[in-house]
Nanobody, 113 residues
Framework: QVTLVDSGGGLVQPGGSLRLSCEAS????????MGWFRQVPGKEREWVAS???????AYADSVKGRLTISRDNFKNTAYLEIHNLKPEDTAIYYC???????WGPGTQVTVSS
């Protein structure tokens, strides 16, 4: 069983930045791809970024250029940096490990002046 704990959300003004963290339990973190999704109430959960065990990354076209996903395998932690935040980035952000379908509880990001 793997537990994911995502954190780092908050209230940010437009144009600001945030770094979200996702800490995973277990000893094999580095083997697996990790991803980030976001969801707005009433809408489907949307994939935004992934990082693979090789370190290769992928981003949704809608956020490409403003997001950076990274990982620290020694800390069992994945990160998502969001730059130039826009009101439409307001959502609950969830980290995910596709293998095993593990999800974090989510962290709220609100972009507002």
């Amino acid at each position: 069983q793997v537990t994911l704990v995502d954190s780092g959300g908050g209230l940010v003004q437009p144009g600001g930045s945030l770094r979200l963290s996702c800490e995973a339990s277990g000893r094999t973190f580095g083997r697996y791809a990790m991803g980030w999704f976001r969801q707005v109430p009433g809408k489907e959960r949307e994939w935004v970024a992934s990082i693979f065990g090789t370190g290769e990354t992928a981003y949704a076209d809608s956020v490409k250029g403003r997001l950076t996903i990274s990982r620290d395998n020694f800390k069992n932690t994945a990160y998502l940096e969001i730059h130039n935040l826009k009101p439409e980035d307001t959502a609950i952000y969830y980290c995910n490990r596709p293998t095993g379908a593990y999800w974090g509880p989510g962290t709220q990001v609100t972009v507002s002046s």
